[in-house]
């Protein structure tokens, strides 16, 4: 199932109330930066963990203290010039 999935990769559901609430995130799987998630690996047995409010980040003003870079746009192989 798809929970079994994100869990077992070490994903975490943010728990906040907010926009975000009740979406997976991981520190290694980032917008922008895909040679982070080669550092991700399954768990061996990831177990039942408690959901903790004042870890969470706050994406938000992450995004405002480290805005992402710009990258070069590339057209959609499928997409008709």
Known sequence: SFN????GWGFKRLVREGPDEKSYYH????????????AMSRLINPGKRLPNKVD???FYDISKKYP???????AHPYQDD
């Open 68 to 74: 992402l870079r710009d990258t070069p746009t590339t």
């Open 27 to 38: 520190e290694l799987f980032l917008c922008g930066r895909p040679e982070l998630t080669s």
């Open 4 to 7: 079994r999935s994100v869990n």
């Open 56 to 58: 969470e980040p706050d």
